[in-house]
């Protein structure tokens, strides 16, 4: 099955600066690319996605890319602000039934 | 439109008990996802319901199961509990069959088994 491997673990940044996290994934059939965002006693919450026919989408200040090459995708946050402090988890998926996730990235941002 | 609704958001239960969660998925959707996430994990596949029958498996035992409604809302049902499953439950909509589809997750069951 598909294996999702996240990195870093925790980041912490300064307000204003930028945020980067990482993500592989192992089985070349997957093609839809999602990254979600959990608060504290929420439910993960998406926030962009790609697909394996685009190498790079932007939303406002979060873009993503993709290299389907290397199989790893990544998450840019810029200008980061306090409400960007959350758990930002990476997911594969290859058209099934199913997301796998990765372990989650635990975002603070310091005032 | 309503999102994703779960019940109950908290519960304690003994092992060896077993527990029913509840799911009232977003206005539209017609296909369910549970997922587990244990603290500091991501979630976890468990199963999906498409037409009221179970649509794929990820790798939990049979002690949990779940249902499917013709209003498309779900259950999970976990029978012998056992302390690992402590973790919070997620439950998630979409209006396709496929992770592609568009998921949306509600807020979750805290689940602690003692």
């Known amino acids: 099955g598909e294996n999702v491997e996240q990195h870093p673990s925790t980041l912490s940044v300064q307000e204003g600066d930028s945020a980067v996290i990482k993500c592989t994934y192992s089985?070349?059939?997957?093609?839809?690319f999602p990254w979600y965002k959990q608060e504290l006693g929420k439910g993960p919450q998406l926030i962009i996605d790609?697909?394996?026919?685009?190498g790079e989408k932007k939303d406002q200040r979060i873009a993503v890319t993709l290299n389907k090459t290397a199989k790893h995708f990544s998450l840019h946050i810029t200008e980061t602000q306090p409400e960007d402090s959350a758990v930002y988890f990476c997911?594969?998926?290859?058209?099934?039934?199913?997301?796998?996730f990765g372990a989650g990235t635990t975002v603070t941002v310091r005032a | 439109e309503t999102g994703v609704t779960q019940s109950p958001t908290h519960l304690i239960k003994t092992r060896g008990q077993q527990v029913t969660l509840r799911c009232s998925s977003q206005?539209?959707?017609?296909?369910v996802s549970w997922y587990q996430q244990a603290l500091g994990q991501g979630p976890q596949f468990i199963f999906q319901?498409?037409?009221?029958?179970?649509?794929g498996r990820g790798n939990f035992p049979p002690r949990f199961s779940g249902l499917q409604f013709p209003n498309y809302s779900s259950e999970l049902n976990v029978n012998a509990l056992e302390l690992d499953d402590s973790a919070l439950y997620l439950c998630?909509?979409?209006?396709?069959?496929?992770?592609?589809?568009?998921?949306?997750f509600g807020s979750g069951t805290r689940l602690t088994v003692v």
């Open positions: 998630a909509s979409s209006p396709g069959t496929g992770g592609a589809d568009g998921y949306t």
């Open positions: 089985d070349s059939a997957s093609n839809y």
């Open positions: 790609i697909r394996s026919n685009v």
């Open positions: 997911a594969a998926s290859w058209s099934d039934y199913k997301l796998s």
């Open positions: 206005s539209g959707h017609n296909t």
């Open positions: 319901y498409y037409r009221e029958e179970e649509n």
